[in-house]
């Protein structure tokens, strides 16, 4: 799913590629993308797009008659397989994945969806007030203060993978650069937030301040003929996510990971475990009491268990 960086760079060349363009048609591929009724999507034709946001992971453009007012926003979620694209006026949507053309004068703004599940999704609404009902009100990572963060941080006693992934908690943040920063602040991904150490929160803080800067100028320094057309949640650049069983850029350890649902976490057992290996619930299940507790009984184990 396009997180904070991905989304932060998106809705900057939105801005630079369409802003102040005048939005000659709507075509819509799939009725189910519109989860609003009033008012109609087709009410942004004829307006010009004035204002490009970020709610979370969701952009939000802003349209109106004149530069005066934005009368009107159409909020948009890729989720995880959706994605934005520019292309010449008037460009055929692509064939099954091709959900949202929005044509103006010189440029067409389509939005793709891979797969058959139809996760994205799009919201129409008349004011700034009613697009921030889809804010789940987690602070802004890389505007907060320090004791705005740690106080979302200890708000509840969940783990900090959990943690760094709640909109409500920390807004922006998904499963691939919570990976990249829990790894940077050399901290378990189950270790409990109320927990922590003012040390650790203060190494979280930064690290998280870090990691999603450092990103951002990567993926701007991505573009494409102006625009951002490769969006991944696995990068050759991250440290961990991504990198099960090969070894850690630091210390050389073979990336873990722990197995939940259809997401996984990935972290090194010897920079943010301490050594300790966390139970995977596929393998661990499998190996049941051979499971290993410790990297280095791990690595001892050699290829049969780095196989598995």
């Known amino acids: 799913m396009p997180e904070l960086p991905d989304i932060t760079v998106y809705a900057e060349c939105i801005e630079r590629n369409f802003g102040g363009t005048r939005l000659h048609g ?10 609003t009724h009033t008012p109609s999507i087709s009410e942004l034709q004829g307006k010009c797009l004035l204002a490009v946001r970020r709610i979370g992971k969701r952009i939000a453009l802003g349209f109106g008659e004149n530069a005066a007012e934005v009368s009107t926003w159409c909020v948009i979620h890729l989720m995880i397989a959706g994605r934005l694209h520019q292309r010449p006026a008037g460009t055929r949507l692509v064939p099954r994945r091709g959900l949202l053309g929005l044509d103006f004068q010189n440029r067409t703004l389509e939005l793709t969806e891979a797969g058959t599940q139809r996760r994205a999704s799009v919201h129409v609404f008349r004011s700034w007030s009613d697009a921030l009902s889809l804010d789940r009100r987690g602070v802004e990572p890389l505007l907060c203060s ?7 941080v200890r708000r509840e006693n ?43 929160v203060q ?12 990103w951002t100028n990567l993926v701007r320094g991505q573009l494409k003929d102006g625009f951002l057309e490769h969006v991944t949640a696995f990068r050759p650049e991250m440290a961990v996510h991504g990198r099960y069983k090969l070894p850690c850029t630091q210390c050389g350890t073979r990336i873990a990971r ?10 090194c057992p010897r920079c943010q475990t301490g050594g300790k290996l ?14 290993p507790k410790h990297i280095d009984e791990w690595e001892e184990r050699g290829p049969a268990l780095h196989s598995s």
């Not at 320090?146 to 979302?152: L, T, V």
């Not at 966390?278 to 499971?291: E, F, V």
Request: aromatic share 10%; proline share 3%; glycine share 4%.
């Open 278 to 291: 966390l139970a995977d619930r596929a393998l661990s299940r499998l190996l049941r009491g051979d499971w």
């Open 158 to 200: 969940h783990t900090l993978k959990r943690v760094l992934c709640d909109p409500a908690l920390i807004s922006g943040v998904g499963n691939a650069y919570s990976d990249e920063i829990l790894f940077w602040s050399e901290l378990s991904p189950v270790m409990r937030s109320q927990s922590l150490s003012a040390e650790q």
């Open 203 to 214: 190494r979280l803080f930064v690290a998280t301040r870090h990691t999603l800067k450092a």
């Open 258 to 267: 722990i197995v939940y649902a259809t997401n996984e976490t990935n972290y």
């Open 146 to 152: 320090y004791e705005e963060f740690e106080q979302a």
């Open 26 to 35: 709507v075509r819509l591929s799939s009725p189910f993308l519109v989860r």
